[in-house]
């Protein structure tokens, strides 16, 4: 009888544990079964640091936005002093969210019952509870969540034992550092909704193997190389002439920009914190893809366009900025597409013999990472 095995075997995996040129890459179940998946929920995401969203999209005391990762509601916060907050955003009298989307209120106030919540959490007022025993504003504030922020990138973790983003990130800023993505600012931010697991995703935007025949009509073949990466990344460079962010044929309007040196002069990165914020940082602008998982065969992709506020400043960036957007909303889709194909030829019932190319080593070192913190 065919049967799902028990998807947290180790010895199920001794095949992608080996060498890239003898390895074979994950099995079906790991992208379609409940199992696997809330395996990664409680080892992965509610472990690692979290990417929640840019600096930019707080700009001001109040300014809060909400996301959810793996199903856990957060809203981050601007607080009164300018500092970054982050919250459950989950109420403490019976869980409804306070807020949705993303705003501006100075109070966080529940739209069920009205219990009011300052910017640092504090529960300021709790209507009509005057009567309950012991009840106290000071114990029922919001619940904190860890947040720590790198070149205007928000990070959110739920273990209050993980080590400080600056040592998960570890050599980072050795490659990524002279993009100054302090200095950048966001420019549009789209999201897609897929039938596809987060890890296809990730996988499809750390090789270049698929280039020639997904992107024959836009990018087209990319050669890229392996970057020595210390910490909880690990990246691609491609080195080429211009900007990677324009299709062939396209002008590109904008400057470099002006502190890159290093690889970053010569090319593009394609990176993936982990365990699922790519980003691809290019000579005029750079680009990240957020990959929120929505269950087994579920996930959220958020593209977020990056340029120097300088570039962004330009009187003309509106309109020269538009075959920027153009490579992107031709590119992705593609992505998209073929992220989704490949999920319906995934069976958990069905495990064949399999093996990856010379041109997927990150495809490697990625399923590796996950076996490392999914299997006890
Ligand atoms: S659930 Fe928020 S006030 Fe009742
Ligand atoms: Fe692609």
């Keep these: 009888m065919l049967m799902i095995p028990n998807v947290l075997d180790p010895a199920l995996y001794a095949p992608v544990r080996l060498p890239l040129t003898q390895a074979e890459p994950l099995p079906p179940w790991c992208y379609t079964t409940d199992e696997f998946y809330k395996a990664e929920v409680e080892r992965i ?23 959810s990762i793996v199903g856990v509601p957060v809203v981050a916060v601007r607080d009164k002093d300018g500092s970054v907050k982050a919250f459950l955003n989950s109420c403490r009298h019976r869980g409804t969210p306070l807020v949705q989307g993303s705003g501006k209120a100075m109070m966080l106030s529940c739209p069920y019952h009205a219990w009011t919540y300052a910017t640092d959490g504090r529960l300021v007022s709790a209507p009509g509870m005057q009567e309950i025993a012991g009840f106290r504003l000071a114990d029922y ?64 935007a750390m090789e270049a193997y698929h280039t020639p025949t997904v992107h024959h009509a836009t990018i087209g073949l990319q050669v890229c190389n392996v970057v020595d990466s210390v910490g909880e990344w690990i990246g691609l460079h491609e080195e080429h002439e211009g900007t990677e962010a ?24 394609f990176v993936l914190l982990y ?15 957020d990959v929120r998982p929505q269950g087994p065969a579920r996930a959220k992709v958020i593209i977020g366009s990056m340029f120097p506020k300088t570039t962004a400043a330009r009187p003309d960036f509106e309109e020269a900025v538009k075959v920027y957007y153009k490579r992107w909303d031709k590119s992705l889709p593609e992505d998209n597409w073929v992220s989704e194909l490949q999920q319906e030829g ?20 990625f399923g590796n990472w996950v076996l490392d913190r999914v299997l006890p």
Excluded at 247 to 268: H, K, R, V, Y
Aim: hydrophobic share 35%.
């Design 45 to 67: 995401f509610l472990r690692t640091w979290n990417f929640l969203g840019r600096i930019e999209m707080m700009p001001t005391p109040g300014s809060y936005f909400t996301v």
């Design 246 to 269: 324009v299709l062939e044929g396209d002008e590109t309007p904008f400057p470099f920009i002006s502190t890159l040196s290093g690889l970053a002069a010569q090319g593009t990165y």
């Design 141 to 204: 504030g919001l619940k904190p969540v860890r947040v720590e922020t790198w070149g205007g990138f928000i990070f959110a973790t739920f273990d209050d034992d993980a080590p400080p983003l600056s040592t998960y990130l570890g050599n980072i800023a050795d490659h990524l550092g002279p993009y100054s993505f302090n200095d950048m600012v966001l420019t549009r931010r789209k999201e897609y909704d897929l039938k596809c697991n987060w890890k296809s995703y990730v996988e499809n």
């Design 346 to 365: 995934l069976s958990p019932y069905f495990k064949t013999p399999a093996r990856l190319s010379t041109l997927e080593p990150l495809v490697h070192s």
């Design 275 to 289: 365990p699922s914020t790519v980003l691809a940082c290019t000579r005029d602008c750079a680009w990240y893809l």
